[in-house]
């Protein structure tokens, strides 16, 4: 028997599992998709919020700020991207500004940096706000991540450190044993003490497999978002927020880790498998972008794309163990701010796990090499690694200038990238300008010598995504 299962392999998962890892005991993560954090936290604003935004009292506000604390220390650990580039809160007129002034009460009570401007000394800061911006708050503190590396990261250390991955296992039943749980994922029957339920848009199914009680549901809430290319990077230098209302955050403006902008997201209830976006959806953000910011580059445009917001029915996240099913902890109704408390959730489930069972901390603990970039490297390491490995120096995506070797080092990792997506995710092939026209069909290429199948059965992504369909002259017209 083993001593944690735990279901879902998003940025709240592999936290738990990061975090778990440092301890002795078994853990094993289930995950129903191809690849892990393909779902939420693929799709969103990757901001480490500094924490003045949740409701006082509530389980997101404490988690918010612990874990905007944590975050910089794990992606430090986990060698992976934090741009602290900040943010303004923009007020347009009185009644804004006084929900500004709340807010900036709300941060100075929880320890977060904060500053009001006035218009003059924000437009220095930002020229493209727009000519309704009378005051902003300043948060200098917050960040921007890449939510999906940091979940990659964050799993494969814990991997290196003893933790079981199945990918392909999607979780149908759960059965209560006289110790522990029962958990049919896939193939996979894992039996285990504690399952803890981390299934993001499906965690109110998952809780009702194992409790069979609904002890909260989800709603699905989608957010549609356009890219800007990398050449719009001048328009901002931090995230500029709307002052929140009654429907969230609003329509922001993001730079991104990668130098790209992001405009988004709205705001609209959908069922869970809807991924798609729509003209009248983008119009909307096209134009409420325009309250806090003019000069938008729209024309730099390279993709849209949304994501589901798994929101919950009691407006918070919902984190507990049911004492009607010991051994069953929830960790559902994760939507934002997740990302910023993923490092804190992680720590609330182990210190829930050891109040129980005192949790024996290891004394030696295995670093996971990150995936060399060769774009941040120096000329003198670039030739360096091109000495040692030439594939290094055969660039295969022109825009983001990805390497050969860099997409085998991804096939090869601890969690290996086996779809275009993947490979897409773990080091960018695909998310510059073309968006994959010319570096796809050589991905496939790579991706089939290097795992030794045919072209045909690389996917996308999910299993019935192939790229190819037969190879030239096979195929019957
Ligand atoms: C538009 C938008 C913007 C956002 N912006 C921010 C932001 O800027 N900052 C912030 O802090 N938060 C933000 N969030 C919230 C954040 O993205 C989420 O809170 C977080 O990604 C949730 O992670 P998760 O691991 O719970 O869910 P997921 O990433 O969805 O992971 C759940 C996993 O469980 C798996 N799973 C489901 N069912 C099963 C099953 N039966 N068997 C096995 N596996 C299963 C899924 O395949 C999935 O991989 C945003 C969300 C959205 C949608």
Redesign the pocket.
Known sequence: MKDVVI?????????IAYELSHYEGSVVL????SD??????????????AGYDPEDGTLKAKL?VR?AQLMKQWCAELEEEYQTCGAFVAACGEGEELLLHRLYERALRRNVKVQLLDKEAAIKLEPNLSDQVTMVMNVPDTA?IT?WNF?LSALETAVVNGCQVYLN????AIQKLSKGYAVQ?GKQRIEARYVIN??????D??DQ?ATGIKHFTIQA?????FVLAKDARNFISRVIYPVPGPKG?GV?A?PTVHGNILI??N?NDTDREDHATDAEGLAMVRSQITHTMKNVPMQETIRTF?????AGNHGDFYIREEVESAGFIN?GC?????????PAIGEYVRQLIEKKHPLKRKTHYKKCKPLVRMADLSMTDKQSMIKQDPRYGHIVCRCEKISEGEIIAAIQRPIPAKTIKAIKKRIRPGMGRCQGGFCEPLVTDILSKTMNVDMCDICYDQPETKMFVGHTKEEQL
């Open positions: 279901i879902g392999g998003g940025i709240i998962g592999c936290s289930v995950e129903k998709n892990i954090a393909d779902e939420v936290s693929m799709a969103n604003s990757a901001i480490v919020h918010n874990g921007v939510p979940a296992s999607p979780v149908t994922a981390a299934a993001g848009l499906y965690s199914q998952i497999m809430r989608k957010g549609e978002y955050k922001l993001v988004g997201p705001r949304s994501g589901l917001r798994p960790v994760i939507d934002s701010p997740g990302i910023a408390s993923a």
